[in-house]
Structures are given as C-alpha cells and as structure tokens.
C-alpha cells in the first residue's frame, strides 16, 4: 500500500543551515540508486519547509510550481507536497543529484504592516523524501538527513517585501555550510490542500522612457504580480537595480502606497552572460524603474512573469459597454494577482496578508471568474485552526494571523481584538459562495465547524436585546466619504451593520446545519436568526421604513439579507433608490454595503437605478478608475485622485479586489447566470436589462457544463440565447416577466 506523503515524510529529517539570514542556503546529496535508472517504474517526491524551497533532480525543477509549500497557519498546518518525478529520474543515468534552495518566504518574512513587523522563527528547516519504486516492485527511499551538504548561492538577499537580490559572480563558487538536523511539530504536517502557485503568463514592456528626473522606466500595460526575468551581459561586478510600483506620480516611479516595501530586487553582473529570475519574493506593480544596464535598455529584454495560483478560469462577461469590460478585466486581474496561495488584502505593500474582511465581500464574484473551490477550502481549513486556537475565540481578522506575533505599535491599536461583523463573518460567508458555487456537501461539512466557532464567538458578545451593538467593528469599511486618515469613518451606524451581518449568517448556517441533519444545530441558529431579526426590525427601523443612519449601506443589508417584511421590504427599496439618485448615482458605500447596493436596487424593481449607479464615471463610481487608465480594482474609490495625484492616505492600494464585488451582480443580473440550485444543479437565466447596455455575452463553466447566455435589445424587442449543458434543468425568466422551463439544449427567446 503507498503510503501517504505525510506518513512517507515521517521518514525524513527536518535540516537546516547556518547562513546569513537573508541569503538562500542550497543543500545537496548525491544518491546512488540500488538498479539502473532505467529500472524504475515510477518515482516521487515529497516535501515541505518552514521557509520556501526549490527542489531539483540533476539540475532539473521537480515541478512548475513556486514559492513551495506556500503560506499556511504554519502552528498547526504545514502542507506536505508530492510530485511526480519519474521522468527525471529514467531521463538520467548513474548517481541522483538532489539540490534544494531554501528561502525566507512567508516563515522567515518580517510581515505586517505599517511597522508591525513579526515573523514565525528565525530557523528555516527542509525535509524530503525521493521514493523510487523498481520494475520488480523493491523500494529505495532517499531523505534529508545531516549526510547532506549545505553551502551559500548566489542568493545573497530575498525578502517577500524588500525584494531579492543575487550575485551572479557566486555562480560555480560557494563556501560550505555546516548542516544540522532540527525539528518541528510533526503533528503539524498536513496533505497539500491547495494548488500550487505557479507561473501563469509572460508580459513584455509596452513602453520604455526616460522620467523628468533622468530615470529609465518601463511600462508592462498591466498591473500584476510577479517578477521580471531577463539574460544580460555587462561589466563584472556592475550592478542593474530594479524598482517596482502599481501606478506613477508626477512622471515617476509612484513608490509611497508601498509604504515600508522596499519591492526591489538587484543584480549583480559577473561579467559574461547572465539569467536572472527573482523568484523568493514578489511584486505587485505595472511599472518597473531601471538603473544600471548596460547600454539600451530594449522592450525585448526583459519580460515580466505573471505569478498566482493554479485556477481553471471560469466566467467569461462582455457588453457594449467597453469600460464595463474593462471593470470585468481589472476584477479578473485584482483576483490574479490577490490569490497567490492566500487571498490577500493586496500585493504589493507591506502588508499582503488574508484580511477576512476583503474576501467575505469578494467570494461569490471570485467564485464565478475561476475555481475556487480548492484555493478557498485550504484557506478555510486556516481560518478554523486559527479561530479554534485564539485566546478569545474570535475569527482573527488577518488569515493565517501572522500579526498575533506582531511588535505591538499604534498601527496595531487602531483594531481592538474581539469578533467583527464581515471579518469574522468570512468563516460563514466564503463557505456559502462556496456551496452556491459547487454544492459540494462534502466542504461544506468541512467548513462547518468554523461557522460554529463565528457564530459563537458573536453569542457571547450581543446585548441582552438581541443587538450587537458593542465592541469594535470595521463596519461599512472605506465609505467614500470618510476622510482618507479615517476609513472606518462610515455614514452607516456599525452596529446596524453588525447586526444585520448577525442574521445572514445565522441564517446560511441553519441551512447547513438541516443538509447536514444536524437537526439541534439548525434550530439553534435558526432561533438566533429570529431573535435577531425581531431586535433589528423593533430597534432600527422605523414605521415608515427608515433604518438607522438613513443611508445606503444600511438599506442595502436589510434588503439583501431579508431582514424587512414585504411592506417594509418595499418602503427600504424606494428610500435606497431616493438616496442613489440625490447623489447622482455616485458610490456611496463601502465594503459592507458595495456587494449588495445594486442587488438591492434591482431586487426592489429599480433596475434603472442600479444600471445608472453601475454606469456612472465620475468619483466615487466603479468605472471612475477605468476612466483613470485601472487595470485592476483600487482599494480606495479615489486611490488616485482626478489630478493624477495618489490619495494622501497611508493606506492606498491599485490592487485590491473588494470594491469589485459588483461583478456578481454584473455577472448574475445584466449576464443572466444564477444558480437556482447549489452548484448549478438547476440554472436560473434572467438578463436584467437596463439603460446604458444594448447587448450582454456570459458564460460560466459549471460542473455539469458550460452555460451560456448571450442577449441584445433593439428596435424589434428583446432577444435571448442559451445554453444550458445537457440534462441540467433551468428556469428562463424573459424581461416581460414570461418564464419557460427547459432541460439542456440550445434555446431561443423573444419579447
């Protein structure tokens, strides 16, 4: 029987080496196989690291993948990966030469932000087991042990956030490190749960140009993360300096959003030919800033490589609106470049952590555009380790939660510890996009149990009212009209927001709780979700439909989380639709309220007002930064301001998805793709057209199949094209309100 890569791994040890703490030791073994090479029938590697490794086999990757084993909680889970190798080991005759790189990575980063700096050791550790399995079915297994060797590369700096830095005059040459065998809590050791992060795409530069200040930048055309690469010749022991940014600012490099991110990665040339390729750190940027090359500097030199995870892309979306495509492509991008084994805040500061916050608004339009559902289950499974083992109990706000180790400082002070409504409710909420997305009974049992945790955590905190209406919370985080210094500065009251929040959750989780015949469990939450209903309704909102704080965000949840019967329910509709348009139908919401403004609009029969609020190009609006040249979604409405200055804020990202949650309902509303049953199980197509958009193309590749849907309007009505895979049945709702059931097929309406 194989045993498993966990199990197999157990006979490895755990090695280390003393270097410098920013260089990259290289260890290496050569293992003489018991038969011919040619004799084996099948070969595979497992390993792990705190840090992150590069593993060969006679100079050769044994896989595509990068920044291996990737980030997780690492106190409790350390994914353990195995790969395939036996074509490298029959490719090759005579002795095995295993070399592993080992690098700082997420272990050994001094991560945080704004000065909070904290790390989870200062001991990086390897371990690896290669298993050859023989034509006549005998066993050799290679494993890290302190015969290795170690000795120093060419890597003599890398950082996450600083960036990477090698020599290349310490290629052929090393100095010998001393190897000791070390351990960590094997108990830890898990499966890989996620895909691998892997190279993804190549950009060449779009344009080369010297700034107002002598300097010679480049332009890739888009924002992305990742890193350049390039071969170059020039003077021995000149140096070629490479700066990254997101945006520019007065004709130069835009570098104060990275804030203490150095994000630069340096070269040192050894005279003949050199390749370079930064690949123990990462950068969020769309312009580089050059220094040091020798002679031109040529578009067909350098390129730029895409880095993310491993997604299937999913969802496709075009209109006749160009600048809604381009919100579509910059939401595609921000998704890029924010799931690289985590699904960060941003890519690019020095931040880059699991904010909870920004996914919980961003699962469902994440779970359209790729397949999520292995990347957000293996951040889920942190989410409940890390709630599980806090102090108080709460969802951290940050997953993994590095900050937990962080130097205490003022950046740190302005959160108070305790359960957050949208944070904390990420354990609920991904977990339901999830289960909308795949219906997959199986996650969904997996993911359980941290809805549990959230939910209890929020039990203990409420009011004798049954109103949370105590302790901190990010509320309608990033309101455009809060000051830059303040983001929590919102027009929607916290508690009204926090509240509601309460109930959508208890909700999905009495819902989960019946699929899983945890009978108790749905009548507990389910009793918690009347309760809390019943005390929203008496002590929020008023006879006439007025909620308290009388502004979007807070008629946005009442509507989209069923909080308001049917009379109320229509008074709330009509009152967020008076307040979009007495402001021109600019944004006024943040991250509580920006998922669910339109849905509740077109919900409540104004679908005019959610088009308009959806088409409008001055700031505060979605399509404000395509108008200002976006190619992914900004973390602030004006991250840039209409000048072409950044926002003077310290906290101002050009990458950062959550604002564009809009692209569900873009997706589902003006596209027409709705699942009506979890996974897709049965498909509900109802295009909403509006004002603005003359012609809609969607498509979504389901588990069953792909679903198209293609429709236009004109002056002969209103036209429809499906296709739903076959035997998936689905319900087709036309504008005039007519419906038609259908079972796979192409299908063809008019009204």
Known sequence: MTESPVDLLARAAFITADADRGAAPRFRFAAEPDQPRWRVRSARVVATAHGVYELSIDGRPVTRSVLNPGWTSYEWRLQVQEFDVSDLVTAGEGALNLEALLGNGWYRGDL????????????LAFAAVLELTFADGSVQRIATSDAWQAETSDIVANSLYNGETIDARLRGSSTPLSVRETDIDRSTLVPQAGPPITR??????????????????????????????????GERGSEIVIRHAEVLEHGELGTRPLRGAEATDRFVLSGDTDSFEPTLTFHGFRY?????????????????????????????FECSDELVNQLIHNSVWGQKGNFLDVPTDCPQRDERLGWTGDIAAYAASASFQFDTSDFLHKWLLDVEAETEHDPIGMVPYVVPNVLKYATFDESLAAFPLGATAIWGDAAVWVPQALWNAYGDRDRLEAHYPGMVLHLESVEAVLSPNGLWDQGFQFGDWLDPDASPHDPAAAKADPHVVATACVYRSAVFAAQAARILGKDADAERWSRLAERTREAFDEHYVAENGRIVSDCATVYALAICFDLLDAPLRERAGDRLAELVRERDYRVTTGFAGTPFVTWALSETGHIEDAYRLLLERECPSWLYPVT???????????????????????????NHYALGA???????????????????????????????IAWARTAYEAASGRIAVSWRTGDDGFTLEASVPEGVPATIVLPDGSSREVRGGEHTFSC
């Open 200 to 233: 993804q795409e190549t950009l060449k530069p779009q344009k080369i140009w010297e700034s107002p200040s002598g300097r010679i930048l480049v332009d890739f055309g888009q924002n992305l993360v990742g890193w350049l690469r390039f071969t170059v010749q």
């Open 288 to 316: 580089a800033e050059v220094s040091g090359w020798p002679g031109e500097l040529t578009p067909d030199a350098l390129e730029a490589v895409v880095v993310h995870s491993q997604m299937r892309r999913t969802g496709a």
């Open 628 to 654: 200002m040249g976006a190619t992914t979604i900004w973390e602030r409405w004006d991250s840039m301001l209409p000048d072409g200055t950044i926002n003077p804020g310290e906290m101002t990202s050009f």
């Open 112 to 123: 945080g932000f704004a000065g909070a700096n904290a790390n989870y050791g200062e001991e």
């Open 662 to 692: 809009v692209a569900d309902w873009i997706y589902q509303v003006v596209g027409g793709i709705r699942p009506a049953e979890p996974g897709y199980a049965r498909v509900l197509i109802q295009p909403q057209p509006g004002p603005g």
